[in-house]
């Protein structure tokens, strides 16, 4: 029997399973008939890869050790489980929205997709990481060690060192070959989780085929095995209470914060609903796999000689009881616990180095060159690669160094109390808006470096890296900084004491450090967006671009699927953008295309992040949508503007409109004015010309002559005051008139205008009605012009007042400085729209022909007001014809 | 939802509240049930044995399983997620 080489080919034959199972999980996936690849189950499964060798392994030793504390380990998990409403439905959503890729991309995420502060995150994530890698390794080689030595006889016993070398480089190649097979979207590997939960089928049943075996088949039956329990070393509870709580509350930070977790929980989740049934079936998952663990550690004290390693009892019991198939069967769960670990934790890994170190530095090294082709897949899976290589190679270097004599289950916490640092900033990140990226980088590294210095350096030992003396006195003779009794509270257990400070000044510094800084404007709108996530939309966010990028678009679309075949992509788009030449809008649907055309050449996940490159963001630059909301404020104002033009432009029309209908009106008086005119001049004219040829004959009588006379020398009186009313109006309006200015009592003017107007009327006299006590104003005017002005007025009134007994009142008052007088007649008064015309130049209001004049006389009235420094208007609703003539007051006095 | 919406559609949301009320509970409760081995005395007559311990600790364990495991098969399928309640609403 060669049982080595029968587990090295058991092995072999079990890794190439998972290798099929990985394969036909990716080729279902890819022909989209993975339906039962994203069930819920699946997803629970793949939850597993929590439970690793140290679980597998290190449980029972820790039990042995340590009674039920490493129930701790499980049920702080199970407590997250169960309490997935709170936090676990925020994660997967905001991880689906935002495309999250790894756990350095949550928190570089929602803190303004601050690179550094990913950057930060990958270096604690691959330090707190590869102690546990190393774990694996450590468990896998002892669990090797352990057949080796059964069959040492006639076989030579691998080096210690040779076979954890091997695994590593069997793992690498295996995660490599699975974890960079595809760069599927969102970084889901189907086959990979496929292939892990299997390997947690395999795990758990193996775990309970022992136990079975143990308390069943070694004990004897359930109650025995109890009082076995009861009777050994741990057969009482013997908890401090610290560890039991600060455990729990370890374990769950972990669980939440562990990158390989990350990625299962968050980054390889299909449906969000499968937090449903995982938040229940993960717990029980957890709960079967310990259920067994005290058992097999206390039949493994019980039977195994003293000394022998109880990290090793789930192998060794079989072995000893000569099940060499159980053993076997342990030895895989074993395996499958370590490698389905390592392989996930590798991919998360140099997921995060890849994406927050590598690409960055790639694409900023090549982002402006010249070089039009090369191919950016190959170099995303290689660096992808190398990483994966350099994280497991990481792992086996500090096995190494470490000497792999550590009891497992201590490095495995002290791994949960590094990533436990993420806590306060995930958390805080999730539920708190104010929280900001300055205090993540205070919380952080407050965190991390005490718990550098306060648990991971101490726990090499006194004196191999912290001296010993510092270990006991504290740096520089501080005695309250000394590693494990900070501020002099010493006697605490060094693992509690390391996660209260650590997790509590890591707090404390997170929120101040965010009190008192300003986010940018990106850190608040991805604050709103992660704390409100349920409140936006469920749907990943599209790309938002910048002009400016399109040319960085075209060089980076070129190398990736080729100078000739980008422009005509590129081409094609602007064309249906309606845009000429080649570079279109890089507008959300642009974006999109690209992204879809480019992940045909290098996978989605890479085209998202090339795209995120130059747009400048890990995912949706949102940048970029600030910058279109400011060309969209431009816009806007700029559309004011216009809007503010247009109207200028309106009223200015409006004004062109009103001044072109006045222009042709007073085109129309014009010529109405010329026809008027010559009217007025001719109608005269030719009763004369008439007259006088009748008076050169003979014959007529004395009484006939004398009439003709008359009546020529009327019409020429008629003629000579048209005249004269033209040339006063002329004067008027040129302004050459000149004014003699007197003083003169308003009542005396209106006197000798009442007489003048009124003498030689012929007909029915209006009556005037005034009230003489208010006319006693004295004004300084020209009476005369003024007279002129108030004959007009009570003329035209006398003329064409047609009220059967016509009145007409004048009413005088004063109205601050100024001098008003009213005429006003109770006749019908003048219609609405011709009250604007009655001041123009022979207009008249009525067409009967009345009183004969030649309509001048309100534009005449009209100017000698304006010489005299006042005004007539039209007065609407008087009752009849009112005008009012208004003075200044300025030089007049009252009277007495 | 409606301006008015039926009293049957109320009493079902109303029902899906405290559903979701229930699931946020569930950590407390369990987390208050595992605090309770803090309180076992660590010497002295009233030690617990550890198969004691075990069967409480399992008991809550599976309790909870069973309890989480019920509370979200009543829970509403599809996609109502987002309007039954807002966390911390």
């Keep these: ?896 | 939802m409606t301006d008015r919406p039926a009293l049957f559609l109320e009493r079902r949301s109303y029902r899906r509240r405290r559903l979701t009320d229930m699931i946020r509970a569930l950590p407390v409760v369990g987390a208050l049930l595992w605090a309770v081995p803090l309180l076992w005395p660590l010497e002295g007559e009233g030690t617990v044995r550890t198969s004691d311990a075990i069967i409480y600790i399992f008991s809550v364990w599976a309790g909870l399983i069973v309890v989480s495991a019920l509370l979200t098969r009543l829970m509403p399928r599809g996609e109502g997620r987002t309007d039954d309640g807002q966390d911390g609403a």
């Design chain 1, 1 to 896: 029997m060669a049982p080595l080489n029968i587990l090295i080919a058991v092995c072999l034959i079990y890794v190439a399973f998972l290798f099929v199972v990985a394969f036909a999980a990716e080729r279902a996936a890819m022909r989209g008939r993975g339906g039962w690849l994203r069930s819920p189950v699946v997803y629970t499964l793949s939850l597993s890869i929590y439970c690793t060798a140290w679980t597998f392994y290190g449980a029972v030793g820790y039990a042995a050790r340590s009674g039920l504390e490493y129930l701790t380990i499980y049920i702080g998990p199970s407590l997250v489980m169960f309490g997935w409403w709170w936090v676990l439905r925020r994660l997967v959503r905001i991880g689906r929205s935002q495309r999250i890729t790894s756990i350095a991309d949550m928190i570089s995420s929602r803190y303004g997709k601050s690179n550094m502060l990913a950057v930060g995150v990958t270096v604690l994530a691959v330090i707190g990481t590869t102690p546990y890698i190393a774990l694996q390794l450590q468990s896998v080689t002892l669990s090797f060690e352990v057949f080796s030595d059964v069959q040492a006889a006639g076989q030579t016993a691998p080096d210690h060192g040779a076979t954890a070398l091997w695994v590593a480089v069997g793992l690498s190649f295996f995660t490599i070959l699975f974890g960079t097979r595809n760069l599927d979207v969102n970084e889901r590997h189907h086959g990979v989780v496929m292939a892990i939960a299997v390997e947690a089928v395999v795990k758990l049943f193996a775990l309970l085929a022992v136990g079975v075996f143990v308390v069943w088949g070694v004990a004897g039956g359930m109650s025995e095995t109890l009082a076995r329990i009861d009777a050994s070393e741990i057969g009482t509870w013997q908890m401090a209470g610290g560890r039991w709580a600060g455990l729990i509350f370890l374990s769950a930070a972990a669980f939440l914060c562990l990158p390989r977790m990350f990625q299962v929980l968050v980054v390889e989740n299909d449906n969000e609903s499968h937090l449903r049934t995982a938040s229940w079936a993960f717990p029980a998952y957890v709960m079967v796999m310990s259920l067994f663990v005290v058992p097999i550690a206390v039949m493994g004290l019980e039977i195994l000689p003293e000394g022998a390693n109880p990290d090793l009892f789930v192998l060794t019991l079989p072995l000893a009881t000569g099940q060499e198939a159980l053993a076997m069967l342990s030895f895989l769960g074993g395996f499958s616990s370590a490698t389905s670990m390592v392989i996930v934790a590798a991919i998360a890994l140099s997921t995060m180095v890849s994406n927050h170190i590598v690409m960055p530095i790639w694409l900023r090294a090549t982002g402006g060159g010249a070089m039009v082709s090369g191919d950016v897949r190959h170099v995303v899976i290689l660096s992808r690669r190398v990483s994966i290589a350099g994280v497991v190679g990481l792992g086996y270097l500090y096995f190494r160094f470490s000497g792999g004599g550590t009891a497992l289950a201590s490095i495995g916490l002290i791994a949960f109390a590094g990533v436990s640092q993420f806590l306060p900033v995930l958390i805080g990140g999730l539920f708190w808006r104010g929280a900001t990226r300055v205090g993540a980088f205070c919380g952080l590294s407050v965190g991390f470096v005490i718990w550098v210095y306060a648990l991971l350096l101490p726990s090499f030992g006194a004196g191999v890296i912290l001296p010993a003396d510092l270990m006991a006195e504290g740096p520089f003779g501080l005695g309250w900084l000394r590693p494990e009794a900070f501020f002099g509270i010493a006697g605490m257990d060094p693992l509690i004491h390391a996660i209260l400070w650590s997790i509590s000044l890591n707090t404390l510094a997170f929120f101040v450090g965010s009190l008192v800084s300003f986010p940018s404007p990106l850190e608040r709108l991805q604050g709103a967006q992660f704390v409100n996530i349920f409140e936006h939309s469920s749907r990943p966010q599209s790309w938002a671009g910048g002009k400016a990028q399109a040319e960085d678009l075209m060089v980076m679309a070129q190398r990736i699927i080729g100078a000739r075949e980008a422009q005509a992509l590129f081409e094609s788009e602007a064309r249906k953008q309606g845009m000429s030449g080649v570079l279109p809008e890089p507008n959300a649907r642009f974006l999109d295309v690209l992204e879809r055309e480019l992940a045909g050449s290098v996978g989605t996940a890479t085209a998202h992040a090339m795209i995120g490159q130059i747009t400048g963001g890990a995912s949706v630059s949102v940048e970029d949508l600030m910058a279109v909301a400011n060309e969209t404020a431009q816009i806007m104002e700029h559309s004011s503007q216009l809007e503010a033009k247009s109207e200028e432009l309106a009223r200015t029309a409006r004004q062109l409109r009103q001044a072109n209908e006045k222009l042709t009106q007073i085109s129309v008086q014009k010529d109405a004015f010329l026809s008027q005119i010559s009217h007025e001049l001719r109608t005269p004219m030719t009763s004369i010309r008439a007259f006088s040829e009748i008076l050169r004959e003979d014959g007529l009588g004395a009484g006939a002559r004398d009439k003709y006379a008359t009546i020529i020398h009327d019409e020429a009186i008629r003629l000579t005051r048209l005249l004269d009313d033209l040339l006063d109006l002329s004067v008027l309006e040129n302004g050459q008139v000149s004014l003699r200015e007197q003083s003169a009592d308003l009542g005396t003017v209106l006197d000798h205008a009442i007489a003048t107007a009124l003498t030689g009327v012929s007909g029915p006299v209006i009556r005037i009605r005034r009230d003489r006590a208010a006319e006693a104003i004295r004004l300084h005017t020209d009476p005369g012009r003024l007279a002129q002005v108030f004959i007009n007025l009570i003329g035209n009134a006398q003329k064409y007042c047609d009220a059967e007994a016509p009145v007409l009142t004048i009413e005088v008052r004063r109205a601050g400085g100024r001098v008003v007088v009213d005429f006003i007649d109770n006749g019908k008064g003048i219609a609405t729209d011709a009250q604007g015309m009655v001041f123009e130049k022979f207009a008249r209001v009525s067409s009967a022909h009345r009183a004969g004049g030649a309509g001048l006389g309100l534009a005449i009235c009209r100017e000698i007001m304006l010489r005299l420094g006042g005004s007539v208007s039209y007065l609407p609703g008087q009752g009849g014809a009112a005008f009012r003539v208004e003075l200044p007051a300025s030089g007049s006095m009252a009277a007495q």
